[in-house]
């Protein structure tokens, strides 16, 4: 089992930055695929970004235009997410996820169902 904590929410205004963590435990392993997706009010959990086991290679929604940056560092088992430029509609709880499919089919990376394991979730506020 693996257990998945995310931190680095809060409120920002329009604009500013937040960079969130999620922290890997338990029976981790090197080529978990992880992924960052988002759920706002009312809405349905959309796929934010997500990354390889080996941190070569990421993937984004076209939505965000770069916006966001994911990185990992498999040494300490953690995963980024740098968002810049927020904006009010970036409102949501952020979820982390690890997964195994996305290894042996790389269209996983972008559904929640290439993804085993799901944190607990961490609020981003953006306010206008």
């Known amino acids: 089992q693996v257990q998945l904590v995310e931190t680095g929410g809060g409120s920002v205004q329009a604009g500013g930055s937040l960079r969130l963590a999620c922290a890997a435990s338990?029976?981790?392993?090197?080529?978990?695929?992880m992924g960052w997706f988002r759920q706002a009010p009312g809405k349905e959990r959309e796929f934010v970004a997500a990354?390889?086991?080996?941190?070569?290679?990421?993937y984004y929604v076209d939505s965000l235009k770069g916006r966001f940056t994911i990185s990992r560092n498999n040494a300490n088992d953690t995963v980024y997410l740098q968002m810049n430029s927020l904006k009010p509609e970036d409102t949501a709880v952020y979820y982390c996820?690890?997964?195994?499919?996305?290894?042996?089919?790389?269209?996983?990376?972008?559904?929640?169902?290439?993804?085993?394991?799901w944190g607990q979730g961490t609020q981003v506020t953006v306010s206008s």
């Open positions: 338990g029976r981790t392993w090197s080529y978990y695929a």
């Open positions: 990354i390889s086991g080996n941190g070569d290679n990421t």
């Open positions: 996820a690890a997964g195994r499919k996305p290894y042996y089919s790389g269209s996983y990376y972008y559904t929640g169902t290439g993804y085993d394991y």
